[in-house]
């Protein structure tokens, strides 16, 4: 593996983990007490939780 292909693939790595977190920002940014989800099945168990309070 070339150097500069190493460097590709961070950036790639990075943009990737930087749109989940844009997402999972996006998607949290109406309750921010679940700012910083631990993983996608958690944040999606939150969601159906507060969903079930408020109605």
Same mark, same amino acid.
């Given at each position: 593996?070339? $150097?500069?292909?190493?460097?590709?693939?961070?950036? %790639?790595?990075?943009?990737?983990?930087?749109? %989940?977190?844009? #997402?999972? /920002?996006?998607? &949290?940014?109406?309750? $921010? %007490? &679940? /700012?910083? $989800?631990? @993983?996608?099945? +958690?944040? #999606?168990?939150?969601? +159906?939780?507060? %969903? @079930?309070?408020? @109605?």
């Amino acid at each position: 593996m070339r $150097p500069e292909d190493i460097q590709f693939a961070e950036v %790639k790595d990075s943009e990737f983990a930087t749109q %989940k977190i844009q #997402n999972s /920002l996006r998607r &949290n940014a109406f309750c $921010p %007490k &679940n /700012l910083i $989800p631990t @993983s996608e099945d +958690e944040a #999606n168990k939150m969601h +159906e939780m507060e %969903k @079930s309070q408020a @109605s």
